[in-house]
């Protein structure tokens, strides 16, 4: 639809992710209605920009006046965020185009997820918003938060408005109560995000148009997106050759199996497609595929923060045994490879290490390497250029958090040196997490498994050749 | 090894891990060496039975008066936990022999696991063990957990002994540092074991013996096992496939490709064989293979709380769409079938549910309903005899945690009553945590995403043909 896009339409999306001025329409005062959530969400993230209530029967919610309609408002307002039955939404909408408000987000659920009746409906909104020029995310959706804004225009009750974490994700998600779930575990995490957007029924603006402007994004260095389907295969291929050139995109698609796909119909009223050809389309656009909402934040957190691999070879440290022998397991089903240590990396570790260690590669330190010898071991073999990135983990732990934590300096303090990934897969957990916050603080992505940290690794590597394939096609 | 057990030597498993005595060989008042960690987890772990230090060179450690060796203890002693340097672990076993000590945890390192030297070592102080009639674990291991005991048995600085939760999964590890941040790690979810043994180089008792103990342990319904490889792979099997016909066994082998099997060798000294014949035997035996340690405690979970599937069929119910249509991927990915709802129960469903529902399966309950409509719907699928397991999955959260406690009780108060496995898989974190504990506590798995209880649950069905068809092949 977009690729038809008429000049008025061209208002962009920043009005809509960057607004100065937000009208809730559909404002309430009974704190149960989505209509008080919405309001109370903007406020309570702390948005800065203007706040226009809207509902013809108030007069005050919150402390704010309430205006009868968007006209009422004399400011200009950029975004409205449209929290009333289906049946008002195309009035709303008008009086929105009207007004000059350059995008809308309907919430409302009651359209093409519900059947004939509801797609005419949606049908109707759309033709209202295109005639004005104004552009639509939704409807059945929760919204947007913008966390670099303190923007939260959502009517979750899932997102803790007063505690977004910034980061580089974007995250795009057309299942909208699902997204602010998910959007509490990356959060729990330790995952932040630049943009959250939920487009539910994705009536007008679409994932090809929020990539679009991702790829622009300067607060955005991945883009995550979460799909049942896609409507234009064709546009959204053509946009993602471009954006993963600049940036990488992950996504995510569930309905892949047939009983899958009668389900995700019934949800948002997307057509899920044949599962074999997103997979050749995802490959051939340079996207990143996971397989599920662990793998895709296990991805992200790998792009967000660490280099490229050069190469595909992969060095193993360990001051445990089990682990360090499952990563190299692991990186050999992934398609990476055991890197071979120079003579003087080998000498170097055994000049370091106990006679019990293995010094060879993966190394295990034992339990003889506290965090100094972790530290300098690390410091060799990122050294070493036959070695491409090194997963680093930890698996024998002390009650006392302390080494731990020192453990996790000499880590951070190695890693950023040599512009080669450095991966962590720590173990333990309870106090144990601490030292985890130390590495995540400083951009270092904590796996709970050493399989997990080598399958995000894989992904860096595969996206890298991508990209040196795209390059030499180049003129 | 075992299978040629002289009479003498069949004093039984029983003496390590329920012992009514510990000497600890090697207790030192030096905090910082393991023969003081080791004599303190006995101590923090509230350990009732009776305490011996050793050690030639002392008197008095915590409190506790010190035997210059364990002949000089004039009570009995079932279990010596042998904390010295390996050149003197084979007079201090000789010594164990002549006191009479049912068995012996050789902790230390220094032995096979480190050349030829070591394993010249190794065979004498089995050759002593042997003679004597004395069992051991180890060496270079960290000791074992009995947890409902309150025996910490261990040299880990990472297991917590005052924080031991009980439950009925017995670990088995191989490897001893990866193992105690396992420990930490299970606990940190929710799991509970029974037992826990670290067995290092195994140069007696085996994953086979303690296999045959564990089948008639009342206190394990589960016996997971880390292994890099196994010494004896005919006697492996046979026990095994005994075992399985009473507990469900599931192993994680690491060390499956050729690199990973040198690390593995470099690591303990056991030969890691080739990966094509463990599946077979592991298949062949009814054991679950997991493929990490993830999937593990996941299989773990669903088998320690929940009842079989009597077929293939399983239903979803959801409060929100994505997850649902996940999880009916996840379903016919891993073999199980999304169950026919019957006409009664479809019936039902909709008279309980909002027009915009999916009362199909998956079931979408939307965000309409609460936590007395989701046990209803729960209830109806159970009572379905189309159904044989439901899959529950809470994507829509409010922040206020309330509502989801709610719907968590509401679980338990149905899921026990059918004879059906209820696995539930609940995305949010943070304040949801509360509603997830609920669950635990009564025995319902919980999961971050639907792929990873489906994939438990298809482990348990795989199981459960396992056992028909063995019962088929019974006279």
Same mark, same amino acid.
């Given at each position: ?151 939260? /225009?959502? *009517? %979750?009750? !899932? ?10 994700? =974007?995250?795009?998600? +057309? $299942? #909208? ?85 009668? /389900?995700? *119909? %019934?949800? !948002? ?10 997979? =050749?389309?995802?490959? +051939? $656009? #340079? ?189």
């Amino acid at each position: 639809m977009a690729s038809e896009q008429s000049p008025q339409l061209r208002v962009t999306i920043e009005g809509i992710l960057n607004p100065r001025s937000v009208a809730v329409i559909g404002a309430s005062k009974d704190p149960k209605k989505r209509g008080n959530i919405a309001l109370r969400n903007l406020i309570e993230a702390g948005y800065q920009g203007k706040i226009y209530p809207i509902n013809p029967s108030a007069d005050e919610v919150l402390g704010y006046k309430v205006y009868g309609s968007v006209k009422d408002v004399l400011d200009e307002i950029d975004l409205a965020l449209i929290v009333v039955p289906a049946s008002i939404v195309p009035q709303v909408v008008e009086e929105c185009v009207q007004k000059g408000v350059k995008g809308v987000i309907v919430t409302s659920s009651g359209f093409k997820e519900t059947g004939k009746q509801g797609a005419m409906l949606e049908r109707e909104v759309v033709r209202i918003a295109k005639a004005g020029g104004v552009r639509i995310i939704g409807p059945n959706c929760i919204g947007i938060v913008n966390v670099g804004l303190n923007l939260d /225009a959502t *009517i %979750s009750r !899932t997102i803790d408005p007063t505690a977004l974490k910034r980061g580089g994700v =974007a995250f795009i998600s +057309q $299942s #909208g109560a699902f997204g602010g779930a998910v959007f509490t575990w990356a959060q729990a995490e330790g995952i932040g995000f630049s943009k959250f957007i939920s487009y539910g029924n994705r009536c007008d603006v679409d994932d090809a148009d929020l990539l679009e402007y991702f790829m622009d994004d300067l607060d955005t260095k991945v883009v995550v997106i979460y799909i049942e389907g896609v409507d234009n295969g064709r546009k959204f291929i053509d946009v993602s050759k471009k954006v993963t050139l600049k940036k990488p995109v992950i996504v995510v698609k569930v309905g892949r199996t047939k009983l899958g796909s009668i /389900a995700a *119909i %019934s949800h !948002t009223g997307a057509i899920a497609g044949s599962d074999e050809i997103y997979d =050749a389309a995802f490959k +051939q $656009s #340079g996207i990143i595929r996971a397989q599920d909402i662990e793998e895709m934040f296990d991805y992200a957190a790998a792009f967000e923060c660490q280099p490229f691999m050069k190469g595909d070879n992969v060095a193993i440290l360990s001051n445990a045994g089990g682990p360090a022998v499952a990563a190299a397991d692991a990186c050999v089903n992934y398609g990476l490879k055991i890197a071979p240590l120079s003579v003087e990396t080998k000498r170097r570790l055994r000049s370091r290490l106990s006679p019990f260690a293995s010094y060879v590669n993966p190394v295990d330190i034992t339990a003889m390497g506290g965090p100094e010898t972790y530290g300098l071991c690390l410091d060799t073999l990122l050294q070493d250029q036959n070695v491409d990135a090194v997963i680093t983990i930890v698996a024998r732990y002390s009650r006392d958090v302390q080494p731990a934590i020192e453990t996790a300096k000499s880590v951070v303090d190695r890693a950023g040196v040599y512009n080669k990934p450095v991966l962590a897969a720590w173990t333990a957990r309870g106090r144990a997490e601490a030292a985890k916050e130390i590495l995540r603080n400083n951009g270092i992505p904590v796996y709970t498994i050493a399989e997990r940290a080598v399958r995000a690794l894989s992904a860096m590597a595969i996206y890298r050749k991508y990209l040196d394939k795209r390059q030499d096609l180049q003129p």
